[in-house]
């Protein structure tokens, strides 16, 4: 694929999907907003979008869906169907609920994906089991394409390295990944003006609150525009740490430092600093 020309890829990925049912993996951040976005611009109309929801989104977040719903459906899309991950038996209901039960953090804070891959991917896929086209593809023999949102920065690149590929794992065979922000060309910054020129709301960083994956600059912003999500990230922490395991080989949600240590002073006068120089 990746040695086709422009035109040819165009052709050849407008005639995958004119018989392969495609559903964009919605995470509600620019990436898959612009996605959205770009699949308009080219008259390519999703069959589904979807949107897991870990119960640990900030409030914007939540807010861009609801901006998002009435954008696409201005433009004739399919809505966003939001799907979670149901405990069968455990007494939680979302992310947050799920780390504080067992006294400790997202996985991501020890280095693994697996809170993601219960909380984002796997709800995804359980609703797919059973949705029609999804089925009636299956049973032809041909794959859903599923349109992941990883841009065209060096570092998505690394995550993405071929136009399409197909998925492993409980589902492989299912899906067909294809990551259209690569073929596109579109980074991040050309993905908000894309956005904006389309009318289209342009989102805040999506993320869990409490996602050890946020960086100093991210922390400060969670304290300063949802100071109760970053008292409850806080809490989160300290249960973790006080708790019947303890932190043994990370320091909190930080990794290697604890939120609970950051001197949100001393990052927000370096900030408005920086902004004064700008
Ligand atoms: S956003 Fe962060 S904490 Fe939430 S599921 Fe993804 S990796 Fe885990």
């Known amino acids: 694929m990746t040695n086709m020309t422009h035109d040819e890829l165009t052709i050849a990925i407008n005639d995958f999907l004119a018989k392969q049912p495609l559903v ?26 979807v949107f897991a ?48 039960k067992n006294e400790t953090l997202p996985s991501l804070a020890f280095g693994h994906h697996s809170c993601s891959l219960k909380w984002k991917v796997e709800p995804q896929h359980r609703y797919l089991r059973s949705w029609a086209p999804a089925v009636d593809a299956w049973n032809r023999g041909e794959t859903v394409v599923k349109a992941i949102g990883y841009d065209n920065s060096p570092a998505d690149q690394k995550r993405a390295k071929k136009t399409f590929a197909i998925g492993g794992g409980k589902d492989a065979g299912k899906y067909t ?30 993320s869990c609150y409490f996602c050890p994956a946020m960086k100093h600059d991210e922390i400060l912003e969670l304290s300063e525009t949802h100071p109760d999500l970053f008292a409850r990230a806080l809490e989160m922490e300290r249960i973790a740490r006080d708790g019947r395991h303890g932190l043994q080989t990370v320091k909190g949600l930080g990794r290697n430092f604890a939120w609970a240590d950051l001197d949100l002073a001393a990052l927000a006068a370096k900030r408005d600093a920086a902004a004064m120089e700008a």
């Open 53 to 100: 929801d870990t119960g640990a989104e900030k409030h914007s977040t939540y807010l861009h869906i609801i901006r998002m719903q009435a954008w696409l459906e201005s433009v004739g899309f399919p809505s966003i169907t939001i799907v979670r991950y149901v405990p069968p038996r455990a007494p939680y209901k979302d992310l947050e609920g799920n780390c504080t």
């Open 177 to 206: 990944y294809w990551y259209p922000l690569q073929d596109w060309g579109w980074d991040r910054t050309e993905c908000i003006k894309q956005i904006v020129a389309a009318g289209a709301p342009v989102p805040p960083k999506s």
């Open 24 to 49: 964009v993996s919605f995470g509600a951040g620019v990436d898959s907003t612009a996605v959205l976005v770009g699949l308009h611009n080219r008259g390519i109309v999703p069959d589904a979008i």
